[in-house]
């Protein structure tokens, strides 16, 4: 049997600790009082005798409350109750040393996207910070109740590392209300760019110091910059205006000058890549390239789309909108053919947005939508995340389908706390902790010291349930004989149900909730390490969980057709991960015209 620690580890059950701990309460009490040999045996024993295969220490130390009481042995179980306490308020001075003095010996379980930075000081400062976060988010900040849920796996909750400071998790920025003010960075004045090349350099700082103030990843449209490569246009028309120069002469010219910036200007861009944030890694940023008619548009995203085909760079994303300008032989469609040879491309369908929201709704962060009535232009953000594992409460329940409904709506209560969480950590949070997103325009244009309270209602930000391991449920749930079309209506009511939860919290509260499918290798892992524990035999045959009813599918098409019907009930928060590399032109024309029609979001591997 193994033991959950409270700091998360799990070690070998190991008695003489119980013994331990009884005798030195022995030590506090009479003779008469004292838990002999047999009675401490007794309790041993009846924890031994437990069947389960994992326990959390807490769920240890109140069983032998129990059995002290059940024995009469009340002044010992007080003594061992005030033993008890003493040793939390031990553990509460500092129960970070083990973890922060592993990260400096390069020791311990570190886990990272990139730990190639990990013996770089500055990204051990920012992990070191994560164990304090972590430690006092669990120890102090977070209730007891959904600490244990955690512990058992019942729920994720995400972030944890960066909860201790009043963060948000991922947003969109609203990049033209910061360009076009005169704004402060690092108390420096910085003013309105002059021209596409100043536009560009600006935006690179703008973005790593956002980026050090949220956790996650931020998304800007490029369209505005257009605006300043017309600018940079006029300047130099209006320079060779003067000089006495054949007319066609002269536009070559200003084109090959012009070009030159754009190169320039995209060049500086795609320098995110060697930018700092504070936790010591790059921005994850995206840009979002939406085609129109607007030829200075066209011709910085031809330069992006070729500059991310020609180095490959990590960053930024690129999340190109599908539209009526480029697909069907229309004058853009050769961009989209371009795009497609682009790894990991993010494909983002206007109509289909339409279809969801009666607008273009652009995400925050990769595949995050929120509805947005009265700013549907300007800034958003993710307030946190929390993950729910569906698994247990398949095992939990069986095929008594009664029973399901009612052990969601248990569960479903600790994710509404765990997520209210979040929200009151943002609480009466003042503008002043991150100038860029709440005063100069990126979410909003506040005042100084004003609290961002109004912006944690639904138009400007919202709270994201996570499913996790929907597939394994429905498996465990059925019997081998339900057919395919049963276990997926199946699926789209439950999913249909958690969404119908959210909605009622959304009412109540007036908060945003959206239902939201990641396959976060995070929450995967840990429930699927804890469910192992708990039920070794049950689990021998699933590697990891899975967030949709996913299957086999003989064709693309067929796959988009399926998780259609999902997207559908998500309203987007999900992405369909797609690998058109055997396919021919045609072919890929065709997949890429019913996304148009039929997915909001989706990814090219």
């Not at 990260?103 to 730990?115: D, L, R, Y």
């Not at 990204?123 to 976060?133: C, D, M, P, T, Y």
């Amino acid at each position: 049997m193994k033991v959950i620690k409270r700091d998360g580890r799990a070690v070998d059950f190991d008695k003489k600790k119980i013994e331990i701990a009884i005798e030195k309460a022995n030590k506090e009490v009479k003779n008469e009082e004292q838990a002999k040999k047999k009675d401490i045996n007794k309790i041993v024993k009846s924890i031994e005798n437990i069947d389960k295969k994992r326990i959390l220490v807490e769920d240890i130390q109140d069983i032998i409350e129990e059995k002290l009481m059940e024995l009469g042995k009340f002044n010992l179980a007080k003594k061992y109750i005030v033993y008890r306490y003493t040793r939390a308020l031990v553990r509460k001075q500092n129960t970070t040393d083990e973890s922060i003095l592993g990260i400096i010996k390069n020791q311990g379980n570190i886990n990272s996207s990139n730990n190639s930075n990990y013996m770089l000081a500055k990204f051990q400062r920012n992990l070191i910070a994560g164990e304090v976060s972590k430690d006092l988010t669990k120890r102090m900040l977070l209730p007891e109740k959904i600490i244990k849920a955690i512990d058992n796996g019942i729920i994720y909750f995400h972030n944890a590392d960066y909860f201790l400071q009043p963060m948000i998790v991922s947003s969109f920025i609203n990049i033209k209300d910061i360009l076009e003010n005169n704004i402060k960075i690092n108390n420096q004045e910085v003013e309105c760019p002059k021209d596409f090349l100043d536009a560009c350099t600006k935006t690179v700082e703008i973005l790593a110091n956002l980026a050090s103030c949220q956790i996650g990843e931020l998304n800007i449209d490029l369209r505005y910059l257009a605006y300043y490569l017309k600018i940079s246009k006029e300047k130099i028309k209006k320079r060779f205006n003067k000089l006495n120069i054949e007319k066609n002469l002269k536009n070559d010219i200003i084109n090959i000058i012009l070009d030159n910036e754009v190169e320039n200007g995209i060049k500086y861009l795609f320098n995110i890549n060697i930018a700092n944030t504070v936790n010591g890694l790059f921005p994850n940023v995206s840009f979002i390239l939406y085609v129109d008619n607007d030829k200075e548009n066209v011709k910085i995203i031809e330069k992006i789309i070729d500059f991310k085909k020609r180095y490959n760079y990590k960053y930024p994303q690129l999340i190109y909108v599908l539209n009526e300008f480029n697909l069907n032989n229309n004058n853009f469609e050769h961009l989209t053919k371009e795009v497609l040879k682009i790894k990991n491309i993010n494909l983002l369908s206007e109509k289909v947005s339409f279809d969801y929201y009666k607008y273009l709704n652009l995400p925050l962060g990769n595949r995050c939508f929120l509805k947005s009535l009265k700013n549907k232009d300007g800034g958003k953000f993710n307030q946190g995340i929390v993950s729910i594992n569906l698994v247990q409460i398949g095992l939990a329940v069986k095929n008594d389908r009664k029973k399901l409904y009612e052990e969601i709506d248990k569960r479903m209560e600790l994710c509404f706390e765990s997520l209210m969480c979040y929200y009151y950590s943002l609480t009466n949070t003042i503008s002043n902790i991150s100038p860029l997103h709440y005063i100069y325009g990126g979410i909003s244009k506040l005042e100084n010291n004003e609290y961002i309270n109004k912006l944690l209602k639904k138009d400007y930000s919202s709270l994201y349930l996570n499913y996790v391991g929907l597939q394994e449920m429905i498996n465990i749930i059925v019997d081998e004989n339900t057919k395919e079309n049963e276990k997926l209506e199946l699926s789209l009511n439950i999913v249909s149900y958690l969404k119908n939860i959210l909605k009622k919290w959304q009412e109540e509260t007036g908060i945003q909730f959206n239902l939201y499918e990641d396959e976060s290798q995070k929450a995967n892992e840990y429930f699927y390490e804890i469910d192992k524990e708990i039920y070794p035999a049950k689990l021998k045959k699933i590697s990891l969980y899975s967030t949709t009813f996913k299957k086999s599918f003989k064709t693309i098409k067929e796959q988009l057709e399926y998780e259609k019907l999902f997207s559908k009930i998500h309203k987007g928060n999900t992405t369909s991960h797609l690998n058109l590399d055997n396919l021919n032109e045609d072919e890929k024309k065709e997949i890429i015209d019913y996304i148009y029609k039929n997915i909001l979001y989706a990814q090219i591997n």
